[in-house]
Structure formats: structure tokens, C-alpha cells
């Protein structure tokens, strides 16, 4: 882990007695510089491991939310702006990176394992308990979330990656957010019909205020309030929305 965030090998302690001298040793080596930025680094390093870890993720702070959007739209189907809802995302504003897939497979979750995102966001039709991706033959595939669940189980058990959230920006997608709700802190759906506009505007909202937020849940639930606030015919939004997780 030390060696991932910058440290020579020959400047790691080899003599201390215990836990506590060996980590009072690399923190002398971070303060005489050993590491530019060391304490940043090492933390940063840890999450990797150990990306659900409460200590870990307050010692960061607030900032920093890393994001894979993944975006399908499969042809014979109503038409998933996912390029606008990429677009928008981006223009949020806050410390928001994003790696963005916007015309994806389902292939394309493999990111998960290389980019060890805190948030998975899914832009897609829902249809029950499955999420519908292209495939690669520019057909329709319909993924069931428990197999989508089964890959997160492997990837934390043998990778030790854990997402803290999935956005779920999918027609109907409550039921599929119930079966991914083991792997992730927070996982937000929608239990009714979503309309494309409707969708761009809620992940825009809710990426514009996660940096303020104390959390993926309220600021949740602060988006869709917003939106209802200023159009009311969204109110489904709010009504329909599904959060589960971290206190909902």
C-alpha cells in the first residue's frame, strides 16, 4: 500500500517492534518529505482496499466523489439522452470526476474493477429486476441485477472494491435497486415511469448538490425536492423516488 502511494521501498521501517512504531516511523518519513502530499496519498492508497471504510472516507473530507457513468440506449427502444445526462453531470459543477461510458454494454461494468469508483451510475431502461443494456452486436440484452450483484460480490471479496453508492436512473428501477442493495452504502432508484428530461434534470440536481450534502441519500432527496419546488408536474420525482441505504 505504502509503495502504491509514492514510498521507495528502502525508506519503509524494518525494525519496528510494533503497529504503532512502524506507522510513527512512515509518518516521520512524511513529514521530511519523503512523499509529496503523503498523508493525502496514503489514505487515498488505504481506500483502495478499503473504499467503505467510515475513518478512511472522513479522513479525505467531502470532496472527491469518483463517478463511472455508464449510459445505454438500445436500439427499437424509446431513445436514453445518455451523451445530455453525461453532459449536464459534467457541468454540475463541485468535485465530481466522472469516466463515462455514455453508449455502453454491459460489458463496459467491468470499469468497475480498473476504476474503483465511489459512485456506479446507471442511465438505462429498467424493466422489473433487470436493467436493459446494447449488446455487442447492437441488439437489446436484458441483465438481471442479481447477476449484476454477484459480479459486486466477487470484485469486493477478491479486489476489496465497494461501491458507497449506485444511481440507478432507470424507468421502474426499484426492484432492481433492492437486489444491488447489499453492495453498495446507498443505492437510489426510481419506482415509476421516468421520463428522459425528467431523468437528465435529477442526476444534474443531484450531482450539483452531493459536494454540499452530507451524504449520496440526502442529497438525494434535496434534488428531487428542488425540482418539484420549481416545476410541480415533476412530482413524481419525489414521490416515486427510491433511496435505501445509509440511514434512509
Known amino acids: 500500500m505504502l509503495i502504491k502511494a509514492g514510498f521507495d521501498e528502502t525508506l519503509l521501517p524494518s525494525n519496528a517492534a510494533n503497529a504503532r512504531e512502524y506507522w510513527l516511523e512512515v509518518n516521520r518519513e512524511i513529514l521530511n518529505g519523503a512523499v509529496a502530499d503523503g498523508r493525502r496519498r496514503v489514505i487515498a492508497a488505504a481506500l483502495t482496499w478499503y473504499a467503505h471504510n467510515k475513518v478512511l472516507r472522513a479522513a479525505v473530507g467531502p470532496s472527491g466523489w469518483r463517478v463511472l457513468f455508464v449510459g445505454s440506449s438500445p436500439p427499437g427502444l424509446a431513445t436514453i439522452r ?5 453532459r449536464r ?41 433487470s436493467l436493459v443494456f446494447s449488446d455487442d452486436a447492437d441488439g437489446v440484452r436484458a441483465v438481471h441485477a442479481k447477476a449484476i450483484g454477484d459480479t459486486l460480490t466477487v470484485y469486493h471479496r477478491e479486489l476489496g472494491v465497494r461501491l458507497r453508492g449506485i444511481v440507478l436512473n432507470a424507468c421502474t428501477s426499484g ?7 447489499p453492495h453498495a452504502d446507498v443505492v437510489i432508484a426510481h419506482r415509476d415511469d421516468l421520463d428522459d428530461e425528467d431523468g437528465i434534470a435529477f442526476a444534474e440536481a443531484l450531482y450539483r448538490v452531493l459536494p454540499d450534502a452530507s451524504g449520496l441519500a440526502p442529497a438525494a432527496r434535496i434534488a428531487a425536492q428542488e425540482l ?21
Open 82 to 86: 445518455a451523451d445530455r445526462e453525461l
Open 175 to 181: 426492484e432492481a435497486a433492492e437486489l444491488l442493495r
Open 89 to 129: 453531470i459534467r457541468q454540475a459543477g463541485g468535485q465530481i470526476t466522472v469516466r463515462d461510458c455514455p453508449a455502453a454494454t454491459v460489458t463496459d461494468l467491468n470499469l468497475i474493477r480498473t476504476e474503483r469508483p465511489d459512485i456506479l451510475h446507471i442511465a438505462c431502461h429498467g424493466k422489473g429486476p
Open 228 to 248: 418539484v419546488r420549481d416545476q410541480p408536474t415533476r412530482r413524481r420525482l419525489a414521490t416515486g423516488l427510491v433511496i435505501l441505504g445509509d440511514g434512509a
